[in-house]
C-alpha cells in the first residue's frame, strides 16, 4: 500500500469546475430555493414564509392532478415507444443502399424544433383546415382536440411518438448491429426459434441500450412543455395540463413566485427520485447477472 | 457416427464467378472418415472457414454435394444436420444459466425434461461444468464458455460430427494445452468425426489424426503429420509445416543429372528421370533438417555462411546459395563453423523434386 501524498494546492486544480458548476447550476438553483421560502410582494417588501408554499403546493389538488396525468403521460410513451422502436429497429434492412436511406428517414423527426411539431400537428389535426383533421371528419369521426379529451391527449401521444420512436429505433438498432454473427449461426446450428433468437440472444444484448432509451425517454417525456402548449395550451379544460404547463402558468401566468420556486424544487426532486431509481433498479440487475 | 463426403463442392461469394479467382474454394471432393480427428490448417483466407460452413450448412456451395453418411445434406438447413459447430469467439447465451445454455439446443427439439436433465449432467461431467451449473454463463471465463459451446454441440444424441473454427484463439496459452488435452478426450470418449479449423501448424499437428492442408482455396495434402513432414505433396506444405520450412531451390537437368546453380546433386536415377519428363518449373525441396554441412573443400556445393541462429532445441545455420537462402540444422555437437565458406550436402533420400510447386518425385514416392 503506498500512501496517497497530502497537498491543499490540489483545491486548486478544482476551482475552475467549482466555479462553472456554481454558476450554471448551484446558484440558480439558490434563488429559486430563495423565491421558495418568501413571499415576495415587490421588489422592496418580502416576507420570509418558511416551509409554507411548500405545504401548499403539495396539499394543491391541481398539482396532484397534473402529477397523475404526467405520470399516466409518461407510462403511456415508454409503453408505446420502446417497444415501437424496437419493432422497428428489428425491420430495419441490414445492408445494402436501403440502410443509409432508412437512417436518413428516421432521423428527420429528431432534427424538428419541438414547437414545430407541436405546430406541424395542430395544424394537420384541425378538422377545418388540416389534412388529417378534415380526413377524420369525412370518415365520419367527430375529431376535435379543442374540445375532447381523449383526443387531445392522443394527438399529444402521437406528436410524441412521431417524434421520438426513431431515437429509440436507432439506439435499438446499433445494438442490434453490434451483436456478433456468430450468435445467429449458433443459433441456427442450436435449432432456435426467431422468438428464441429475440428473447435469448437480441433482448439480451440490447439490455444496455434500452436502459438507456427508457430513461432518455422518460426524462423527456417527463418534462414535456411545448407540444400540448401549442396545441391546446394545456386544455381542453386541464386535460392536457401537465407539471411543467402547470408550472409556467403559475410562474409566468400568475407571477406567483413564491409558490412555483417551491413547486420546481418538488418536480426537480421527483426527476432526481425517479433517475435515480432507475439508476439503482438497472445497475444492480446488471452486477446480479454478471456475479450470479 | 458419421463419414462425410464432400463431392466436387466449391463455393464462391460473387454470384457470377468467372475465372478461378472468383471462388473462395476450389472445387474439392473429399472424404473425412467417421470417427476421425481432422485438422483443417491454411493460411488466413484461404477457404478453411468456408469450407466449414459449408459443410456445417450455414453455407450454401455454389456447387457439389455435402453427404453425410451418404445421405445428401446439401440442401438442409443447418438445424436439420447432425452437426455442431463451435466458433472462434465462444458463443454462450448471456441471460441463461450454464445449464439451460447446454439443455437450449435439445428444448429447441422438444426433448423430454427428464432426458435433457440427465444428458447436461452427463456432458456436464465429461467437460468439468458441473461446478458451475448453476451459475449463470455471463461473466464466466473465456475457456469455460468455449466449453459451454461445445457442450452445446455434444448434449445432442443426434450430433456426429464437431467443427471447430480456430476454438482456441481466445484462450490463454497456458489453458489452450488442457483444453486441447479436454478435446481429445471427448473425441475418444464420444467416437465423433472431430473437423478442427487453425492456421497454428502445432495446434493442428498435436490434435490431429489426419490433417488437411489448404492453400488458395483447395486442399494440398491430406496426410498424417508424418507424411507432411517428410512428403509434402506441394511446396506450399513444405514451407508452411515445420519451423523453419523447407528449403526450396530451383534446379535444372544437366548432362543426365540434376544440377542446382550448375553444380551437380546427387540424386537416384528415377529423380533425374522424372525431372526429365517434368513440365513447367523445376525445384527442388529439402527439410534444414536434413541439409548436412561441412568443409567447403568436403562437398562439390559451397555456400557463404550468412548467419547461426539458436532457436533454443537445435540451432539453425543460414547460408547464401548462388544468391538462394538456404538453411541447414546444425548437429548436436557440431561447433558454430568458423569458417565463412561451407560445403552442403544434400543427402539423396531428402530431396523432393517438384514441378510447378507440385511433388513429382522423391525417395519412396509413388506418383
Known amino acids: 500500500m503506498t500512501e496517497k501524498p497530502f497537498d491543499n494546492r490540489a483545491w486548486l486544480l478544482v476551482i475552475p469546475v467549482v466555479i462553472i458548476v456554481a454558476f450554471s447550476a448551484i446558484i440558480p438553483l439558490m434563488t429559486v430555493v430563495n423565491y421558495s421560502v418568501q413571499d415576495i410582494l415587490d421588489p422592496q417588501t ?12 403539495l396539499q394543491d389538488p391541481r398539482l396532484h392532478d397534473a402529477l397523475l396525468r404526467q405520470f399516466l403521460y409518461s407510462f403511456a410513451v415508454l409503453a408505446i415507444e420502446v417497444p415501437l422502436g424496437l419493432i422497428v429497429a428489428l425491420s430495419m434492412p441490414v445492408r445494402g443502399w436501403r440502410v443509409s436511406a432508412t437512417l436518413v428517414v428516421l432521423a428527420i423527426p429528431l432534427l424538428i424544433p419541438f414547437n414545430v411539431v407541436g405546430t406541424l400537428w395542430q395544424i394537420f389535426g384541425r378538422a377545418d383546415i388540416g389534412l388529417g383533421g378534415a380526413a377524420l371528419q369525412a370518415m365520419g369521426i367527430d375529431y376535435n382536440y379543442t374540445s375532447n379529451p381523449l383526443h387531445a391527449w392522443i394527438t399529444v401521444l402521437i406528436m410524441d411518438v412521431w417524434h421520438w420512436t426513431s431515437l429509440v429505433a436507432l439506439l435499438c438498432y446499433a445494438g442490434l448491429r453490434a451483436i456478433p454473427d456468430a450468435y445467429y449461426r449458433a443459433a441456427r446450428i442450436d435449432g432456435a426459434s ?16 434500452l436502459t438507456i432509451a427508457i430513461l432518455l425517454r422518460f426524462m423527456d417525456s417527463f418534462m414535456i412543455y411545448t407540444e400540448p402548449f401549442v396545441l391546446t395550451g394545456g386544455g381542453p379544460g386541464n386535460a ?24 420546481s424544487l418538488i418536480y426537480f426532486l421527483i426527476v432526481l427520485l425517479f433517475s435515480w431509481l432507475f439508476y439503482t433498479v ?11 | 457416427m458419421a463419414r462425410i463426403d464432400l463431392v466436387g463442392v466449391a463455393h464462391s461469394y460473387t454470384s457470377s464467378p468467372k475465372n478461378d479467382g472468383d471462388y473462395a474454394l476450389k472445387p474439392l471432393t473429399h472424404v473425412w472418415e467417421d470417427g476421425g480427428a481432422y485438422a483443417l490448417l491454411g493460411p488466413s483466407g484461404c477457404g478453411k472457414t468456408t469450407l466449414l460452413n459449408i459443410v456445417s ?34 458463443v454462450v447465451y448471456d441471460a441463461m444459466s450454464v445449464f439451460d445454455n447446454l439443455a437450449f439446443p435439445l428444448r429447441n427439439r422438444r426433448v423430454d425434461a427428464s432426458d435433457i436433465r440427465k444428458r447436461v449432467e452427463e456432458i456436464a461431467d465429461a467437460l468439468d461444468l458441473t461446478r458451475v451449473l448453476q451459475r449463470r454463463a455471463q461473466g464466466l471465463d473465456a475457456d469455460v464458455k468455449q466449453k459451454i459451446s461445445l457442450g452445446r454441440g455434444l448434449v445432442r444424441s443426434d450430433v456426429a460430427a464437431i467443427l471447430f473454427d480456430e476454438p482456441l484463439t481466445v484462450i490463454d496459452p497456458y489453458l489452450k494445452w488442457q483444453l486441447r488435452r479436454k478435446l481429445k478426450e471427448i473425441q475418444e470418449q464420444f467416437r465423433l468425426t472431430l473437423v478442427y479449423v487453425t492456421h497454428d501448424q502445432i495446434e493442428a499437428l498435436t ?51 540434376l544440377a542446382v546453380g550448375g553444380v551437380p546433386v546427387a540424386a537416384a536415377s528415377h529423380l533425374v528421370a522424372a525431372a526429365k519428363a517434368a513440365k513447367g518449373k523445376l525445384t527442388l525441396g529439402i527439410r534444414p533438417e536434413f541439409v ?23 540451432r539453425m545455420a543460414t547460408l547464401m546459395l548462388n544468391g538462394q537462402k538456404i538453411k541447414a540444422r546444425l548437429a548436436e555437437r557440431q561447433p558454430i563453423p568458423s569458417d565463412t565458406k561451407m560445403g552442403v550436402i544434400l543427402p539423396e533420400a531428402w530431396i523432393r523434386l517438384y514441378a510447378d510447386e507440385h511433388l513429382i518425385a522423391a525417395e519412396g514416392f509413388h506418383p
Open chain 2, 292 to 314: 548436412q554441412l561441412t568443409s567447403a573443400g568436403k562437398a562439390s556445393l559451397v555456400a557463404d555462411l550468412v548467419t547461426v541462429q539458436d532457436l533454443g532445441q537445435c
Open chain 1, 46 to 57: 418580502r416576507v420570509f414564509v418558511g416551509a409554507e408554499w411548500y405545504r401548499k403546493a
Open chain 2, 207 to 257: 490434435f490431429a489424426d489426419k490433417v488437411v492442408v489448404m492453400y488458395d482455396g483447395s486442399v494440398v495434402q491430406l496426410g498424417t503429420p508424418q507424411e507432411l513432414f517428410e512428403m509434402p505433396q506441394h511446396t506450399f506444405v513444405g514451407y508452411f509445416i515445420g519451423s523453419p520450412g523447407m528449403n526450396v531451390l530451383p534446379c535444372q537437368v544437366e548432362n543426365n543429372g
Open chain 1, 240 to 263: 392536457t395540463t401537465f407539471l411543467s404547463i402547470f408550472l409556467a402558468k403559475l410562474a409566468v401566468g400568475q407571477f406567483d413566485l413564491g409558490p412555483a420556486a417551491a413547486f
Open chain 1, 282 to 292: 438497472i445497475t444492480a440487475t446488471n452486477n446480479d447477472r454478471g456475479q450470479l
Open chain 1, 194 to 209: 426467431g422468438w428464441a433468437i429475440f428473447r435469448y440472444i437480441q433482448l439480451p444484448k440490447l439490455t444496455g441500450v
Open chain 2, 57 to 90: 450448412g450455414l453455407l450454401h456451395p455454389s456447387q457439389g454435394q455435402i453427404l453425410i453418411n451418404g445421405k445428401d445434406v446439401t440442401d438442409l438447413a443447418p438445424e436439420a444436420r447432425n452437426i455442431a459447430q463451435v466458433f472462434q469467439f465462444p
